[in-house]
């Protein structure tokens, strides 16, 4: 409800709060910065790009949007909307053409208003409502006129291909008396200390029998299951019961893993 309920909240309760949203570094930067802004900003964000850009999570696209809409600054927070309407506006066809850097400079077309904060939001809604990924509606439009792709008939998006990185990984089943093992995660960037099962990755592996696949942000993650028996202890490890799941607090990845081993019924390997 507010900065101070924000800034003393429980780490764990947060992410609970936060679970199945993705990108956790998120939840943290939201409490980073309710601290920051009590702490240095008199509980008040400030009204500056320089300073809002200082803050845990804020980027350029947060700062202008902030200053548009709530201080109403001459700024265009270039979202995925605005670069929608910019892209057909201009008729931008080609990759060098879409790349972010190209549009912050073209997006000076759009000139700015007294209104910033309603100008700003009112191109983000265009976006969103009118000229939308598919089937836009030019006959709703207000600037469908001088609209090159709109004159030419042609509203097909170019895109920049993102590459996804394959990678491999073994990943290592323990359980006893019904429940699975866990670790905290020390040795991935991804999901940083958070609890997966044990993994190891593999480097370009020959003959991989791999068991299922899940897409990451733009890693293609290609898994084999091994079973183990329970041997050594392994550190920053312990167990979950696969029906109480509600109960913990873990990332997507960990709960469809869980999930595919108990739809498949790996018991009688185990």
């Known amino acids: 409800p507010d900065l101070e309920t924000l800034a003393r909240f429980d780490n764990q309760k947060l992410i609970k709060l936060w679970e199945g949203l993705g990108y956790y570094s998120r939840v943290r930067n939201l409490k980073k910065t309710s601290q920051l802004i009590i702490k240095d900003f008199k509980k008040k964000l400030p009204d500056d790009f320089l300073y809002l850009k200082s803050l845990p999570g804020i980027g350029d696209y947060t700062a202008s949007a902030i200053l548009a809409i709530a201080f109403n600054k001459p700024l265009i927070p270039l979202d995925g909307n605005i670069e929608r309407v910019l892209k057909r506006y201009l008729y931008l066809k080609k990759e060098d053409q879409i790349k972010k850097e190209k549009l912050m400079k073209y997006k000076k077309i759009f000139g700015t208003s007294y209104r910033s904060s309603d100008y700003a939001q009112a191109l983000m809604e265009l976006g969103a409502l009118i000229c939308k990924p598919t089937k836009p509606l030019c006959d709703k439009c207000p600037i469908a006129n001088k609209c090159k792709s709109f004159i030419k008939k042609d509203y097909i998006l170019t895109k920049i291909k993102k590459k996804n990185k394959d990678k491999y990984f073994?990943?290592?089943?323990?359980?006893?008396?019904?429940?699975?093992?866990?670790?905290?995660?020390?040795?991935?960037?991804?999901?940083?200390?958070?609890?997966?099962?044990?993994?190891?990755?593999?480097?370009?592996?020959?003959?991989?029998?791999?068991?299922?696949?899940?897409?990451?942000?733009?890693?293609?993650?290609?898994?084999?299951?091994?079973?183990?028996?329970?041997?050594i202890e392994i550190p920053y490890s312990y167990w979950i019961d696969p029906k109480k799941l509600k109960n913990y607090t873990l990332p997507t990845f960990t709960k469809k893993v869980v999930n595919y081993l108990e739809n498949h019924k790996w018991k009688k390997l185990l």
Not at 183 to 196: A, D, M, T
Not at 205 to 214: A, I, S
Request: overall charge positive; charged content about 25%; cysteine-free.
């Open 170 to 231: 073994l990943l290592k089943v323990y359980k006893k008396n019904n429940k699975y093992l866990l670790v905290k995660n020390k040795s991935f960037n991804f999901l940083k200390n958070f609890n997966i099962f044990p993994m190891q990755e593999l480097t370009k592996p020959k003959n991989f029998d791999q068991n299922f696949n899940f897409k990451m942000s733009n890693m293609n993650m290609n898994i084999k299951v091994e079973f183990n028996k329970v041997g």
